[in-house]
């Protein structure tokens, strides 16, 4: 069944599964919190890939009940049609106690996923679309407003500008804002400009060196905590692209003198400090030939991304997490 995402309050308990498919996750967050914000329970947090990877482990949470537990919910992000046969599978159990919310990017009319809970009555199915300026500008009026800041309404169409049509995207930037403004009574364009472009390149900077050193607890930490939009799976690859570079150089180099600390120590240009045992984290794990076959990999994820722009950042994320999951021992 259909419904309009302002319509959520109404149906929020006629349903124990929801599939919310769209760019939009600051929408989705709402209408999530919506269902969730009375709810006692313990929420459970699961990307597909991992489901994917092992399903016995993803059932026998969702079969396993505490004594204490009213209702289980599941919160699966960044699904697409690959997890179609398993949802099907939990419907088709009836299983007591659970409820399912779906968190989709776009799917295309055809999706299998997007049938099955568009056409029964029992699933709910929310398509979540990109605010429109004039939505995200009376948000940040309003919010700004509340908060006694001075902004002008060409500062406010800057910040607009940089959100993509998605207001969590919004609230990140006058969250920042407003925290810069906490003793300042306005806030000038140079300073405006300089917070809404901070903290993006460090965000894929850390993706990418946990990416290298399989950290896979922080970076499904950094995947939750970040909203990057479509523009920003190019540079994410870009970024991890230069890196890969740079692990490669000295790998070689470590093939040819055996010395882990003499290759970081002469490694030009040098390595930063802090950054140091990270690196050294990487050689041990990513031997020369398998970090050739990993840039191999990205060039082709670079392309497929360019062939396929409707979902880069389902293709990017799961690159990503296989690229954690690797066995690099051989």
């Not at 989705?28 to 459970?44: A, G, P, S």
């Not at 300026?133 to 500008?161: G, M, P, R």
Request: hydrophobic fraction near 35%.
């Amino acid at each position: 069944m259909i419904i309009k995402s302002y319509e959520i309050n109404k149906y929020k308990d006629k349903s124990n599964y929801y599939l919310f498919y769209g760019k939009n996750e600051g929408l989705k967050n709402e209408c999530v919190d919506e269902i969730t914000i009375n709810k006692q329970n313990k929420i459970f947090y699961y990307d597909e890939k991992q489901i994917q990877d092992d399903k016995e482990t993803f059932f026998e949470n969702i079969l396993s009940r505490s004594l204490f537990e009213d209702e289980k919910i599941i919160i699966i992000k960044r699904a697409s049609d690959k997890i179609f046969e398993i949802i099907q599978e939990l419907i088709e159990r009836n299983i007591e106690g659970i409820k399912i919310i779906i968190n989709a990017g776009i799917l295309e009319k055809k999706s299998k996923l997007r049938s099955l809970f568009e056409k029964k009555k029992n699933l709910i199915c929310i398509p979540i679309y990109p605010d429109n300026n004039e939505t995200l500008i009376k948000l940040a009026t309003i919010f700004f407003k509340n908060e006694k800041v001075t902004i002008s309404q060409h500062n406010i169409n800057l910040i607009i500008s940089k959100c993509n049509g998605d207001r969590n995207n919004l609230k990140n930037e006058i969250n920042k804002i407003k925290i810069f403004a906490s003793n300042k009574k306005n806030v000038s364009t140079q300073e405006i400009l300089k917070l809404i472009n901070l903290s993006e390149s460090h965000s894929f900077s850390e993706l990418i060196d946990n990416c290298l050193t399989q950290n896979k607890n922080k970076i499904m930490n950094i995947l939750n905590e970040n909203n990057f939009n479509n523009e920003d799976c190019i540079i994410i690859l870009r970024t991890f692209l230069m890196k890969a570079k740079r692990v490669l150089k000295l790998a070689l180099e470590l093939e040819k003198n055996n010395d882990l600390d003499k290759t970081i120590a002469s490694a030009k240009p040098p390595i930063f400090w802090k950054d140091k045992e990270t690196v050294k984290t990487q050689l041990n794990k990513w031997k020369p030939h398998k970090i050739k076959e990993l840039i191999y990999r990205l060039n082709g994820t670079e392309l497929q991304i360019k062939k396929n722009f409707n979902n880069p950042i389902l293709i990017t994320t799961n690159f990503i997490l296989e690229q954690s999951s690797l066995e690099l021992n051989n």
